[in-house]
T-cell receptor, first 111, second 110 residues
Framework: GQQVMQIPQYQHVQEGEDFTTYCNSS?????IQWYKQRPGGHPVFLIQ?????EVKKQKRLTFQFGEAKKNSSLHITATQTTDVGTYFC???????????FGDGTTLTVKP | NAGVTQTPKFQVLKTGQSMTLQCAQD?????MSWYRQDPGMGLRLIHY???????DQGEVPNGYNVSRSTTEDFPLRLLSAAPSQTSVYFC?????????FGPGTRLTVT
């Protein structure tokens, strides 16, 4: 089945610095989703990308889907302490009930 | 709307005991899934269902059973608990594009 690899596993930044996490697959993905999980919480959906080369923005967050639909990235500009948590990418199979999640990138922000 | 609810929030079991983790949703979604989350390993799919009466195995199904008699409920049964099943368990439904996760059940098997 589809597998998605996510890097880095951990990222520590000073408040105000930028942050990027990357998601890579050896196969073409039908879509990519991004989730955020706060410490002790549950994953919460951020966005879905489906088109080759797609770029979407949500305030300080920028999401990209690669031209070959094999990679994606999430970039946060000027991190804030509210950005702490683990960010996961995920991709669903043609059968929508089955999804594969990356192992996540855990972001800590030092004030 | 409560969304996705899970009970219990915490559970401690002894090796060999069985139990059922409950999951209920009020969003009328057909697709539901169970995941386990271990430190540093992300979310791994245990079982999923595409509708009432239909279930299928995910990535790590061994030691778990599911059934889906109604659209609303999707219980996960641990047949004979083992320490390796110590984890956080999340139930999720799938809407038009995203998954909605319940608050999770933290299970410890001693």
């Amino acid at each position: 089945g589809q597998q998605v690899m996510q890097i880095p596993q951990y990222q520590h930044v000073q408040e105000g610095e930028d942050f990027t996490t990357y998601c890579n697959s050896s196969t073409t993905l039908s879509n990519i989703q991004w989730y955020k999980q706060r410490p002790g919480g549950h994953p919460v959906f951020l966005i879905q990308l489906v088109k080759s080369g797609e770029v979407k923005k949500q305030k300080r967050l920028t999401f990209q889907f690669g031209e070959a639909k094999k990679n994606s990235s999430l970039h946060i500009t000027a991190t804030q302490t509210t950005d702490v948590g683990t960010y996961f990418c995920a991709s669903s199979y043609s059968n929508a009930g089955k999804s594969t999640f990356g192992d996540g990138t855990t972001l800590t922000v030092k004030p | 709307n409560a969304g996705v609810t899970q009970t219990p929030k915490f559970q401690v079991l002894k090796t060999g005991q069985s139990m059922t983790l409950q999951c209920a949703q009020d969003m009328n979604h057909e697709y539901m899934s169970w995941y386990r989350q271990d430190p540093g390993m992300g979310l791994r799919l245990i079982h999923y269902s595409v509708g009432a009466g239909i279930t299928d195995q995910g990535e790590v199904p061994n030691g778990y059973n599911v059934s889906r008699s109604t659209t609303e409920d999707f219980p996960l049964r641990l047949l004979s608990a083992a320490p390796s099943q110590t984890s956080v368990y999340f139930c999720a439904t799938i809407g038009k594009r995203e998954q909605y996760f319940g608050p999770g059940t933290r299970l410890t098997v001693t």
